[in-house]
């Protein structure tokens, strides 16, 4: 299979939130913003306990929401602050349908749409 006909994704994401970034017609075409996704906030709780399950679970959500918007992927690049990177992408391998993907990481700074959309086109050509 050629690089040009594999399904590229990448994705810009700190602890909040996450763009992603796909071709247009899912395996050529230019790069172009899928989605964004917002992780929803953790309320305050008195139990510690409650409330460390409460984040993994809005956590979980958010991984699953930003995998949704990512259909048979060949190939992602992660990217963003933090280390919220490496959780997804353990996400992503445990899960069935991505654990085959070849999957990047790289550490960059809170960036436009234009931005990250240049960035992932340079990273896969």
Do not use: C
């Not at 984040?55 to 979980?60: F, N, P, R, S």
């Not at 919220?84 to 999957?103: G, H, P, R, T, W």
């Amino acid at each position: 299979m050629s690089e040009i006909n594999k399904k590229q994704f990448g994705v810009w994401m700190d602890s909040t939130h996450a763009t992603i970034i796909g071709r247009e017609n899912v395996d050529e075409g230019d790069f172009i913003v899928l989605g964004h996704v917002n992780a929803e906030e953790a309320g305050r709780n008195s139990n510690e306990n409650t409330a460390n399950n409460h984040e993994i679970g809005i956590t979980q959500k958010f991984f699953k929401e930003i995998a949704a918007k990512m259909p048979n992927v060949d190939q992602i690049h992660l990217t963003g602050t933090g280390q919220i990177q490496e959780q997804f992408m353990k996400y992503l391998d445990d899960s069935a349908q991505y654990k085959n993907a070849v999957k990047t990481e790289s550490t960059s700074n809170k960036m436009s749409d234009e931005n990250v959309i240049e960035f992932i086109n340079k990273y896969f050509e």
